[in-house]
């Protein structure tokens, strides 16, 4: 059984930043692609960053400029490196990775507020 264990969530100001890891049981390079997904309050999740095994980026147009996935294969962990922080990206942010299965983490909240 594959684990995800996300971190890194926590309270900013409107424009801080904030990192989030998700570290993975097993090679993050066996999946198709890992992927950070948020889900506000009363509202949908949704895919905000996702990292193919290619290597292959992209975003959602509210995070695009601000957020950056990014990998480290050695250490088993994907990161988003979140700036420019709106009180709009407040919410629970779940790891995610696809293999033959579908794989969630716990999730981790995120609040932007002064």
């Known amino acids: 059984q594959v684990q995800l264990v996300e971190s890194g969530g926590g309270l900013v100001q409107p424009g801080g930043s904030l990192r989030l890891s998700c570290a993975a049981s097993?090679?993050?390079?066996?999946?198709?692609?890992m992927a950070w997904y948020r889900q506000a309050p009363g509202k949908q999740r949704y895919v905000v960053a996702i990292?193919?095994?290619?290597?292959?980026?992209n975003y959602a147009a509210s995070v695009k400029g601000r957020f950056t996935i990014s990998r480290d294969s050695a250490e088993n962990t994907v990161y988003l490196q979140m700036n420019n922080l709106k009180p709009e990206d407040t919410a629970v942010y779940y790891c995610?990775?696809?293999?033959?299965?579908?794989?969630w983490g716990q999730g981790t909240q995120v609040t932007v507020s002064s």
């Open positions: 990292i193919t095994n290619g290597g292959t980026t």
């Open positions: 097993k090679s993050i390079l066996s999946f198709n692609y």
């Open positions: 995610n990775a696809l293999e033959r299965s579908d794989y």
